[in-house]
């Protein structure tokens, strides 16, 4: 069984960065960034497959964050961040060969660490 543990959650204000890691505890053939801020639907982030160059991502925070993994880490670098980035920032992924870094559904995704918190204040 995959596990995995996210880091690097805080609180900044508009315009900062963070840096979120999320140390994978196994062999996986989709990683990814979603988040939930309260009283919303869980929404994918970034997705990479981890074997190529594939990655998506939100409309959202594109040209802002970037996916990337080094061995068992995975990392999502955010910058310009908004109050409306502010959530629980949660890892996941799919043991699945077949896994598209397209649909960002987190029903694809069946493995989840626990979160990271993330404010963005004005």
């Known amino acids: 069984q995959v596990r995995l543990q996210e880091s690097g959650g805080g609180s900044v204000q508009t315009g900062g960065s963070l840096k979120l890691s999320c140390q994978v505890d196994?062999?996986?053939?989709?990683l990814a960034w979603f988040r939930q801020a309260p009283g919303k639907e869980r929404e994918g982030v970034a997705v990479?497959?981890?074997?190529?160059?594939s990655r998506n991502y939100a409309d959202s925070v594109k040209d802002r964050f970037t996916i990337s993994q080094d061995k068992y880490m995975l990392y999502l670098e955010m910058s310009s961040l908004k109050p409306e980035d502010s959530a629980m920032y949660y890892c996941?992924?799919?043991?699945?060969?077949?896994?598209?870094?397209?649909?960002?559904?987190?029903?694809?995704?069946?493995?989840w660490g626990p979160g990271t918190q993330v404010t963005v204040s004005s």
């Open positions: 996941a992924a799919s043991r699945d060969w077949q896994c598209s870094v397209y649909t960002m559904a987190h029903t694809d995704f069946p493995i």
């Open positions: 990479l497959r981890t074997s190529g160059n």
């Open positions: 196994g062999y996986t053939f989709c």
